[in-house]
């Protein structure tokens, strides 16, 4: 099966999707006939060789020297004087945060009609923008922590006690979030969190909280469920942590919980899930507070594909591969504009 | 100022965007130095020469003879062996219902930066799904009809008790919706429904109930209200009368309202419209039961950008296009990997 790995993108987390897709590389490249695409900061589109998947062939521009791709009617393409092609595959969308995950690619994809795995733009809208996740997990019924939202343009004062955690509501990966436990932080921490979005969360930082995550995706008529992993406890993850945590290959075991609260996670994950999520593979991290479950955050691309969570990662890409949905497009007939101009008589 | 009017679609309201985009040429072509680029069912985008711009040339394939273009970074462009050439200018997204108002078409013109009036990927995804736009009245505080969601797999009774209107959740223009008073009408009218989405909305019908719409946009520093409008009285618009509604030129008065119900619409306008539309000339159309605004749906590329709702339509035009959101795009400095790389001597 030939595989498309999409990677790189014009976002902060640029970066880890290079690492997370020389990760993914190292997992699947036995068992799929892999192509690499990059999608520079200009959004320009070029195709990788297998032997420069390495993170310095972009640090150094190398990847300027290669065969610039566009988009066409099904699939990448590229056209010279003298030759021309076509790359036609499924698309692995392996762009972290802007771009991948915030209802762009998605949108490119579906307009070419290239198949893909990873969130529809419906998703990506509701998973990146962390106001719209905290909507849908409450229009659905899902325990979510309360939050506060605020402008860039407003005043600073916050109504939740501290300790508090701040972040943009629109980055993943770490990337601007600050702890606030004294008063005299919180105009630091907002500076900080205002450079990269102009609306910033504010939750309360539950110290000790218990996380855990679970990943799944739906395929063959049914949604299969990672093991649940409890995340290795520190304050929070620095970027350069998550950075190395993008690079994650090896299986973690499951954590220690009962089985009562594991079909909780599952339960809270299926509603999530279904009827917006299906054609990706996504994580959901999650807060337990007196064995009540609650929805911290949705990664609709998580960090190499959450691929350590799973038994046999190569299987689960190729059935998600072979279930995605199908988006139908409208048959034009013009109906209306003949009877119309046969009305007018001309 | 040059003006790009960006029309058709894989839509089924294709038909009415060609239709939108005639009117909107004629309101703006003294004013502006106008471009017509069609996108045609296959999405290949046509440069229409404008005294080939009336419908007959859509529907007898005619623009298939015209120049093809493509996305290229900030234009619309096309090469052939011995010419090239770029389009540059600011869309005028025209396109309705599926591409246009999904978050498709402002997902391209993002990626290729391209400034374009129309709304934003967020705003189309929380205006297109009829139930984001109940979820958006909800988290935002407005009045909204009350509804049950049915899913093409599921069984079909309904709550709500009869006479209910029965609509795909996500299509415009009145495609494929009903009025059920009978029990027995309702599985057709839901299987009319389903054949352009597998999910339908139900909500009480309301005989008789007053409906007022609003258009406005952001401009300038403050939003801008058109009059309101007290759309003509009928059971509901079928789709040929609505086709006609979209090639409305003709200034429309004022209803004959309260300055408090007035006051009230454009209230309930500037909480949806305000943290979303910016970029976007969109039309709110509310119910008024016993003095309170509900708010029925939001277009935001309204049937020929309701020009009839505003005395300068093209001072409106080119305010908008003077005051468009900017998207910051994300420097990539590669900073993580050559530290990494400094760390493992490589």
């Known amino acids: 099966m030939k595989l498309i790995i999409l990677f790189g993108g014009a976002s902060f987390e640029h ?26 900061q200009d959004h320009t589109f070029y195709q990788v060789p297998a032997d420069k998947m390495k993170s310095k062939t972009f640090s150094t521009a ?17 056209s010279k004087m003298f030759s021309k092609g076509e790359i ?15 209802g762009t690619i998605s949108s490119l994809l579906d307009f ?3 198949s893909y795995i990873g969130p529809r733009t419906d998703a990506s809208v509701f998973s990146y923008d962390k106001r719209y996740t905290k909507m849908l997990a409450k229009e659905k019924g899902i325990n979510y922590i309360k939050y506060e939202i605020l402008n860039n343009k407003e005043q600073r004062d916050i109504e939740i006690p501290l300790p508090v955690i701040v972040k943009p509501v629109r980055l993943g990966s770490s990337i601007g979030v600050s702890i606030v436990k004294e008063m005299d932080e919180l105009d630091y921490a907002l500076d900080v969190a205002y450079e990269f979005d102009s609306n910033v969360i504010v939750e309360p930082f539950i110290e000790g909280v218990k996380e855990y995550n679970l990943a799944g995706y739906f395929a063959n008529g049914a949604l299969h469920y990672s093991i649940v992993e409890e995340p290795q406890k520190q304050e929070f993850l620095d970027f350069e942590k998550k950075y190395m945590d993008f690079s994650r290959s090896s299986h973690v075991s499951q954590a220690d919980i009962s089985d009562e609260l594991e079909i909780k996670l599952q339960n809270a994950f299926k509603t999530i899930y279904t009827g917006m999520f299906e054609g990706a593979l996504i994580r959901c991290d999650f807060f337990v507070i007196e064995n009540e479950v609650y929805l911290n955050e949705i990664n609709p691309i998580p960090g190499s594909m959450a691929n350590y969570l799973f038994d046999d990662f190569s299987n689960v ?28 008589g001309k």
């Open 15 to 40: 970066e880890i999707s290079i690492v997370s897709a020389i990760t993914v590389k190292e997992k699947l490249q036995n068992n799929f006939e892999l192509e690499y695409i990059f999608c520079d």
């Open 62 to 78: 190398e990847h300027k020297k290669f065969q610039k791709l566009q988009f066409s009617q099904g699939c990448f393409s590229f």
């Open 88 to 102: 036609i595959g499924t698309v692995l969308n392996l762009i972290h945060g802007a771009d991948g995950e915030d």
């Open 112 to 114: 070419y009609n290239i």
């Open 317 to 344: 890409i190729e059935d998600l591969a072979n279930s995605l949905p199908q988006k139908k497009r409208a048959q034009v007939t013009y109906e209306y504009i003949d009877s119309i101009s046969k009305a007018k």
